[in-house]
């Protein structure tokens, strides 16, 4: 699985953070959109574990920040349901013009009742997940109770949501109100599967049922059993995405990717950090990855932590250094596997060490080479694995240079 970090504008030239998760060695069977729920992110973990369930099952998925929110530019002030859904039709055209057309829309809360506004507007739709969402967008009216009053007065008011300030107009809740899903789920026109928590406390159970009576055939509904609202259990998201991709295979078709398909490149590597939390984006020559700290550490535990990045970069090292030697000198090896752990010791319980004050790092390296070999080549092989370039480059002397911009 790869991720492509892309950035889309939406008609008023709003520019949108997206993540397009991708199968890693072959070409996508189709392509979906990913909707968050409402004032979340794209890097909720819902989103990115179902995004890239997904992919790993060959639908490429784009998981994307609305308006004002995430890394996405705008006012969250300045938008509504309707902006969502305006939002949620850009992103499903960029991908229509630029890699294939989405035949798959999920969304979550909120965001499920978007991809339900939505769908009509995109004839290349065939099927639409909802998960945890409401049958109608009024249901966040519940979200403000306490401040609708001063919204109303004021034209405005600052509102916590999810323990967050969001400043919320008037225009969002009079867009809410004039807002009916009633007509857009029963001419819906596309295969419907419904997901929902049985003990949901954001979003009761109701919901589902509402929309499953108002919906015609193909539907179908999935109970996610203990799950909270936000899947914030990773094995329900996991399972979440393993049901909607056997689902959708009954009703998406595998196209080939066009020719007009981009894939950018970069010849650095290029690491971002947001103001919230540890979570890091970094894309290495057009490759995307995330880095995280786990959670006792003040990070998400999204993604491995820098030193884990560090031992996987001398371990790929090492394994493509033996493999390169062994295929040179024409030895059988049919798999090469490192494992590397890595801690902080005193120098002067280091015998080999010109260091003797302080604490030093120490590295180890366990290399396990299948194949028809004997003795002295993995002997060898043993020399050979320090002669990879990275591992030469920790225990050279480093010199790094740095400008701050």
């Known amino acids: 699985m790869q991720t492509l970090k892309l950035v889309i504008e939406n008609p008023d030239g709003i520019k949108l953070a997206t993540r397009l998760e991708q199968p890693l060695h072959e070409k996508p069977i189709a392509y979906a959109v990913f909707a968050h729920c409402f004032t979340c992110s794209k890097n909720i973990k819902a989103a990115v574990t179902i995004s890239r369930a997904l992919a790993q099952k060959g639908i490429a998925t784009l ?23 305006q939002d949620l039709v850009s992103v499903a055209r960029y991908l229509e013009t630029h890699f294939q057309a989405p035949q798959l829309l999920i969304g979550h809360s909120l965001g499920g009742a978007a ?19 409401p049958s109608e967008p009024s249901h966040v009216n519940k ?3 306490g401040y609708k009053d001063e919204i109303i007065q004021k034209g405005e008011a600052e509102v916590l949501l999810a323990g967050r300030p969001f400043r919320v107009k008037k225009q969002f809740l009079d867009d809410l109100s004039q807002t009916r899903m009633s007509k ?19 979003v009761g159970i109701n919901n589902a049922a509402d929309i499953f009576m108002q919906a015609k055939h193909p539907k179908s509904f999935i109970s996610l059993d203990d799950a909270d609202h936000l899947l914030m259990n990773p094995d329900h998201s996991v399972y979440a995405a393993s049901i909607i991709a056997e689902w959708a295979m009954k009703y998406i078709q595998a196209e080939q990717l066009p020719e007009k398909s981009i894939q950018p490149h970069y010849d650095d590597v290029r690491v971002t950090l947001g103001k919230d939390g540890l979570t890091t984006d970094i894309l290495a020559h057009g490759f995307s990855m995330i880095a995280d700290e786990p959670i006792n ?3 998400n535990n999204q993604g491995p932590s820098p030193y884990d990045y560090c031992l996987s970069g001398l371990g790929a090292c090492t394994a493509m250094t033996l493999k390169l030697y062994a295929n040179r000198k024409k030895w059988h090896v049919d798999e090469i596997s490192v494992r590397l752990t890595h801690q902080k010791i005193h120098a002067e319980d280091c015998m ?15 290399i396990i080479v299948n194949g028809a070999l004997d ?14 370039p990275v591992h030469q480059t920790l225990e050279n002397e480093v010199k790094i240079n740095t400008t701050l911009g």
């Open 297 to 299: 550490y003040g990070g």
């Open 115 to 133: 991809v339900l506004q939505t769908s009509r507007q995109l004839p290349s739709i065939k099927a639409v997940v909802t998960i945890g969402a």
């Open 352 to 366: 080999t060490c010109e260091t003797k004050q302080g604490k030093i790092d120490e590295i180890f390296r366990h």
């Open 63 to 85: 998981r994307f920040d609305f308006t004002g929110l995430g890394e996405s530019q705008g006012d969250f002030a300045d938008t509504n349901f309707s902006s969502n859904v």
């Open 143 to 145: 979200l403000l109770t």
């Open 375 to 388: 003795e002295d080549q993995k002997k060898r092989l043993l020399q050979i694995a320090d002669k990879c």
């Open 184 to 202: 857009s789920i029963q001419s819906l026109g596309r295969a419907l599967l419904i997901m929902h928590s049985p003990i949901d406390q954001t």
